[in-house]
């Protein structure tokens, strides 16, 4: 029951923070009609039948072509907490083929408006549950996509893109 009731208190604190910007929250579908974009992942499959009638149906890998509906439709930033579906991985401590997951877009943000948003969510986050978790003072450190993959690749992403 414990581990319910921090979940939930967590997933309050999640909804808090984006509403406090005004965000709007989507709840997507967790059935689709068609196949997920990622070539990487695997999704779970059912059938739907109705008067002889059969129609494949996808789970839901991320809430991302949900909210990218909206979007599309002008809704502006938002954000889900949803239900997400990964076939073929295997499952662990630390990893389900259901789980719950958060995305949100913001409307023209760049690479550093996402990485104040995750700070800002995780010192939220970490105050609502009673600062439980010893975060580092100050902002948190910021690094380039490209700097990272010099870092530890030995080559920038635009570099290793260009080579394809």
Same mark, same amino acid.
């Given at each position: 029951?414990?581990?319910?009731?921090?979940?939930?208190?967590?997933?309050?604190?999640?909804?808090?923070? $984006?509403?406090?910007?005004?965000?709007?929250?989507?709840?997507?579908?967790?059935?689709?009609?068609?196949?997920?974009?990622?070539?990487?992942?695997?999704? $779970?499959?059912?059938?739907?039948?109705?008067?002889?009638?059969?129609?494949?149906?996808?789970?839901?890998?991320?809430?991302?072509?949900?909210?990218?509906?909206?979007?599309?439709?002008?809704?502006?930033?938002?954000?889900?907490?949803?239900?997400?579906?990964?076939?073929?991985?295997?499952?662990?401590?630390?990893?389900?083929?259901? $789980?719950?997951?958060?995305?949100?877009?913001?409307?023209?943000?760049?690479?550093?408006?996402?990485?104040?948003?995750?700070?800002?969510?995780?010192?939220?986050?970490?105050?609502?549950?009673?600062?439980?978790?010893?975060?580092?003072?100050?902002?948190?450190?910021?690094?380039?996509?490209?700097?990272?993959?010099?870092?530890?690749?030995?080559?920038?992403?635009?570099?290793?893109?260009?080579?394809?």
């Amino acid at each position: 029951m414990e581990k319910y009731l921090v979940r939930e208190k967590i997933i309050q604190a999640i909804r808090e923070f $984006f509403y406090k910007q005004n965000f709007h929250e989507v709840i997507p579908p967790l059935l689709n009609k068609a196949l997920p974009l990622e070539p990487n992942l695997k999704p $779970f499959l059912t059938t739907h039948e109705y008067k002889g009638t059969k129609e494949t149906l996808y789970l839901a890998m991320s809430p991302e072509r949900g909210i990218k509906h909206m979007l599309a439709m002008g809704l502006g930033n938002c954000f889900s907490i949803s239900k997400a579906f990964r076939n073929y991985e295997r499952v662990g401590l630390l990893h389900l083929n259901e $789980f719950t997951m958060l995305e949100w877009y913001r409307k023209s943000a760049m690479d550093l408006d996402i990485m104040n948003d995750v700070e800002k969510l995780m010192q939220t986050v970490n105050k609502k549950m009673g600062n439980k978790v010893a975060m580092k003072e100050g902002p948190f450190q910021r690094i380039s996509l490209n700097s990272l993959f010099k870092e530890k690749v030995g080559v920038t992403l635009e570099e290793l893109l260009k080579n394809e």
